[in-house]
């Protein structure tokens, strides 16, 4: 018992040595991947040292702790799993790691204005892309493991509307497809598709902000995956019934 006592005390205080030589910041030891990553959204625990999501970037300030110069992080084994650099407050360099080296988050920043957000998944292929304007997203794309495009959504210059938003199947084929067409009158076509590729409906749709939905208006027709015409009908837009 004793001795197992001392050999706890041991490897406690070789941690502790470990985690004050960090050059200003404590060096989280985590004890494997699986502390760290969750197997939807990947490695989150340094989301909130990222410029670019804004509210949890100001509760760093707020709370006293302002990251800046460099900072390192290791899992237990040694291998790198964090590494991030700021310059005046401003972030310089983001990276994340997975146990196996492979690069898991990575951010880069093109000007002051323009921003890209990368994950990947374990095996080295892309998850998600976020492009970012001004501290807004303006373009989000997931993938597929296989590599092939999941879904994605633009926005409008201003960040108001959603302007173009796609989703495909595994096979590539387009899942549906949604334009903006009349930006003023909120305006869209919606185009729904078979695996085959053949058109399974499609209309017209107006977003009413106020309710945060879209409506359908207009002529909408189905059809069956052969491609023959099944039906139309009329739409239209009834706010004072909703």
Same mark, same amino acid.
């Given at each position: 018992?004793?001795?197992? %006592? ?7 205080? %070789? ?11 404590? !060096? ?34 707020? =709370?006293?702790? $302002? ?11 040694? /291998? ?13 360099? +983001?990276?994340?790691?997975?146990? =196996?080296?492979? %690069?898991?988050? !990575?951010?880069?920043? #093109?000007?002051?204005? =323009? %921003? ?29 493991? !296989?590599?092939?495009?999941? !879904?994605?959504? $633009?926005?409008? #210059?201003?960040?108001?509307?959603? +302007? ?6 595994? =096979? ?13 009158? @909120? ?23 106020? /309710? ?9 027709? #189905?059809? $069956? ?8 009908? @009329? ?8």
């Amino acid at each position: 018992m004793k001795r197992s %006592c001392i050999i706890f005390l041991t490897i406690f205080y %070789c941690l502790f040595i470990k985690s004050q030589n960090s050059g200003g910041h404590e !060096n989280i030891i985590w004890a494997s991947q699986s502390h760290v990553l969750d197997s939807t959204e990947g490695i989150l625990i340094y989301n909130k040292m990222m410029g670019v999501i804004k509210a949890d970037y100001e509760l760093i300030k707020k =709370n006293g702790y $302002e990251v800046k110069g460099w900072n390192e992080e290791y899992y237990d084994s040694g /291998q790198l799993l964090h590494v991030s650099y700021y310059r005046d407050s401003k972030l310089v360099l +983001f990276k994340n790691f997975f146990e =196996n080296g492979q %690069c898991e988050h !990575n951010i880069s920043y #093109t000007d002051s204005m =323009n %921003c890209a957000i990368d994950v990947y998944f374990e095996n080295g292929s892309i998850k998600n892309q976020i492009a970012f304007y001004s501290g807004m997203p303006k373009k989000l794309t997931d993938f597929f493991p !296989n590599g092939l495009p999941k !879904n994605n959504i $633009e926005y409008d #210059t201003e960040m108001q509307s959603v +302007f173009a938003k796609r989703s495909w199947y595994v =096979n590539a084929e387009v899942q549906y497809e949604l334009l903006m067409t009349d930006k003023v009158g @909120k305006q869209y076509s919606l185009k729904l598709f078979y695996p085959n590729g053949q058109l399974k409906e499609e209309g017209q749709l107006t977003y009413v902000p106020a /309710q945060r939905l879209y409506y359908k208006t207009g002529t909408w027709s #189905t059809y $069956e995956s052969s491609g023959k015409k099944k039906h139309s009908e @009329k739409f239209k837009l009834k706010l004072g019934s909703n």
